[in-house]
């Protein structure tokens, strides 16, 4: 198990690839084409293996891994659905792969009709007036939504300061705000973990410039007060941005657009083919009503009778916010994924997200607590306080559910939860997936009164063990040369 680097199988002079010596091509000599003064001085340092030691070692270092395709994955708010493999098919066809965001329009039209597609699906889906694909991840979308809001606010001669954020929000929301600028003001959930309406009317005020809501919330709850709330930000001259990040419990059911928002942002690597996670490419494309349509990054995309062109008037946009076509792998899979699944498709996959949620959380619930008796809607959250006063936090039970062979639930996350442990099983796994994570659960839960040190050092079936986590993230150990000159953690 104890996979060494690629530099330690490195041995002089040897070599993955073997050309024919007899090649006629003049070696390149850089010191005939390079300035002195760039040629570098000291040999690259790059490990020299055989094709064999390359492909095994990469293999090995595969097989630590844990991912979607390992098994469950059921980490709230940040959805690790089985993605359908036709559609990684479909984004490497070399009509999209393998063309340069330089070539000349009329030579992609194909993909242009492809994004041009996209843009009207989230539309419908949505329920909003105009779709630009550009942000390049979920908090993107938000900077972006809420520098339009500010750029239409500006507009109409209004300097409004500040944007309201419910406690239950995804971090990412109070983020975006302060970086465009506005003072963050949070507003309190009642006790059936929606907005505290009251509370809301005494924060909106002249300087209100918007309110940030997702709905369903991260507690998994829909807000039942949704209208009434629009109702209150909207008189007080705000506008609302919906954070449409985790869309699978509600697509083909209700719209954004007809609850109130005026902004959303979708992810299309959460919802739409792309899992979400290891930092990989995203997409998070933002939807406004069409008061803002002006303020949309530029270049739009248009269709004319000549087919489909970018207009590259600025004209009030906020400007650009990512280069080129963004990451196109990710608009291919999504718009394969709407087309395949169609309306009917997508219906039913909000409907089998919310029947899986209801189902693993009604089945927990005997043995774990949940603060809010309601019918969730695609995740939900449990709170281990009873659990961590008999010797098991949150944290332990999530460790110790990875010797169980699953990945564990989102901990501590959101805030309002005291020992908060989120679930999300997704639409894509069966039940029997699901009885076995309640079995694991369950198990977990008497281990507690029978070893609970057994869990303060889970998991015990890993490469990895426990992290020190602070210093993992205040030392990291990112190159074998770091490592090896003993700075930081090992
Ligand atoms: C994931 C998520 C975000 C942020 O999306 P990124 O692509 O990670 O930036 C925002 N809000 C919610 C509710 C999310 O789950």
Redesign the pocket.
């Known amino acids: 198990m104890d996979v060494p680097v690629i530099f330690e199988r490195s041995r002089p002079g040897r070599r993955g690839v073997r050309f024919d010596p007899r090649n006629d091509v003049p070696p390149f000599d850089p010191a005939s084409k390079i300035p002195p003064e760039l040629l570098r001085t000291t040999p690259l340092g790059l490990p020299e293996v055989a094709e064999n030691d390359v492909v095994r070692h990469y293999t090995a270092l595969s097989h630590l891994n844990y991912g979607v395709d390992s098994g469950f994955y059921p980490l709230g708010?940040?959805t690790m659905k089985y993605n359908p493999k036709v559609n990684d098919w479909a984004a490497s066809l070399p009509g999209f792969a393998d063309v340069h965001p330089l070539q000349p329009e009329y030579t992609v039209q194909g993909l242009l009709e492809l994004m041009y597609g996209l843009e009207e699906g989230l539309k419908e889906l949505s329920g909003m007036d105009a779709v630009s694909l550009q942000p390049a991840?979920?908090?993107?979308g938000?900077l972006t939504g809420i520098l339009m809001i500010r750029a239409y606010l500006a507009d109409r001669g209004e300097k409004r300061t500040t944007i309201l954020v419910p406690d239950s929000a995804?971090g990412?929301?109070p983020a975006s705000a302060a970086m465009a600028g506005y003072q963050v003001k949070v507003v309190p959930s009642n006790s059936r973990g929606g907005v505290d309406v009251d509370a809301l009317r005494g924060l909106v005020n002249g300087q209100t410039a918007g309110l940030m809501l997702?709905n369903p919330n991260?507690l998994g709850l829909f807000e039942e007060d949704i209208l009434e709330i629009a109702d209150v930000v909207h008189q007080a001259g705000g506008l609302l941005y919906y954070?449409g990040?985790?869309a699978n419990a509600v697509m083909g059911r209700v719209r954004p657009g007809d609850m109130g928002f005026d902004v959303v942002h979708l992810?299309l690597?959460?919802t739409f083919s792309t899992p979400?996670g290891g930092g990989g490419p995203?997409s998070?494309p933002v939807g406004v009503k069409s008061p803002l349509i002006p303020y949309l990054p530029y270049p739009r995309l248009t269709r004319d009778d000549q087919g489909f062109r970018w207009n590259d008037s600025r004209g009030r946009s906020i400007g650009k916010v990512r280069s080129f076509y963004g990451n196109v792998g990710v608009l291919v899979r999504a718009y394969a994924y709407l087309r395949s699944q169609g309306a009917q498709g997508l219906k039913e996959v909000s409907e089998t997200a919310v029947l899986n949620a209801n189902y693993l959380l009604k089945r927990l619930t005997p043995d774990y607590h949940t603060p809010y008796a309601r019918t969730v809607k695609h995740e939900f959250v449990l709170s281990l306080t009873e659990q961590k006063r008999r010797g098991g936090k949150a944290l332990d039970v999530a460790k110790r559910i990875i010797d169980y062979g699953f990945y564990p639930p989102t901990v501590y996350f959101p805030l309002v939860v005291d020992e908060a442990l989120m679930v999300e099983p997704t639409e894509t796994e069966s039940k029997e997936t699901l009885d076995r994570f309640v079995d694991a659960m369950h198990a977990i839960n008497q281990e507690i009164d029978r070893d609970a040190e057994m869990l303060h050092t889970a998991p015990h079936h890993t490469v990895v063990r426990r992290f020190d986590e602070a210093a993992a993230a205040r030392r990291p150990v990112l190159t074998w040369a770091q490592l090896k000159g003993g700075s930081g953690v090992s």
């Open positions: 708010s940040c991840a979920g908090a993107h938000e995804h990412t929301n997702t991260t954070d990040a985790n992810n690597h959460k979400h995203g998070g």
